[in-house]
């Protein structure tokens, strides 16, 4: 789960099959901050916790289907609740599938961070703003931008971010790069969150980095993010 040292350009695409995370400036390439290892230590958080996303998601499915809510089972639902609002659901599904939906996501998210040396790569600051030109000005240089189904470009401007946000930025990326209908639909606080159902939550970016650092001990709901850049 490492990267190599290389510059990778690609064609733009359009702008409904591109998305990217965005931070002002321009920010130079440092001895404090190489791209290369702020991207592999960023896999490894991102790693873990998409490991841990997976774990509450089985107890909370186990903690649905045997009726359980003390300790553990409790924590889980409440969590999984909280982000992808599996109680409230418009399709014939029960809870416990509509938490396996989830699950099989994040199992996606999983092998491509297994796969991370021929998904994730680095651009330079003048191809990643021509690969987005399409969503953002021609000054605006983002963090990392997602094909969907094809590759993960980050730029110099995500070595720049806090080693929480990186790894935020990551499932972030890969919520994009699984699922081309993944937007940013409804934020990732606030009340247009809490009332999302499980269907919209599906389609949320955000549900996903905010559900996946929840899942992880102490289990605090921290946020992390763009919004949150120095974390």
Request: proline share 3%; hydrophobic share 40%.
């Amino acid at each position: 789960m490492k990267l190599s040292e290389s510059v990778e350009n690609k064609d733009a695409i359009a702008a409904d099959q591109t998305s990217a995370d965005t931070a002002p400036g321009r920010t130079a390439v440092t001895s404090e901050t190489d791209p290369f290892a702020a991207a592999n230590a960023s896999l490894e958080l991102a790693s873990k916790w998409v490991d841990n996303a997976l774990l509450m998601l089985w107890t909370a499915r186990r903690a649905v289907e045997t009726s359980s809510r003390g300790g553990a089972a409790g924590l889980s639902i409440d969590i999984v609740r909280r982000h992808f609002h599996t109680d409230r659901s418009l399709s014939a599904y029960s809870e416990s599938q509509n938490i396996s939906r989830i699950e099989t996501r994040f199992r996606q998210m999983k092998l491509a961070l297994m796969q991370s040396s021929s998904i994730f790569s680095f651009v330079d600051d003048v191809t990643a703003i021509e690969n987005t030109r399409g969503i953002y000005d021609s000054e605006t240089t983002v963090a990392a931008y997602a094909y969907s189904h094809g590759h993960i470009a980050l730029t110099n401007k995500f070595a720049a971010l806090g080693p929480n946000c990186r790894a935020a930025v990551i499932i972030h990326q890969l919520a994009h790069y699984i699922d081309p209908q993944v937007r940013d639909s409804a934020g990732s606080v606030g009340t247009a969150y809490d009332g999302l159902d499980i269907e919209s939550a599906l389609l949320n970016v955000h549900c996903y980095p905010n559900f996946a650092v929840n899942s992880t001990p102490p289990h605090l709901d921290n946020r992390y993010g763009m919004l949150k850049q120095a974390e």
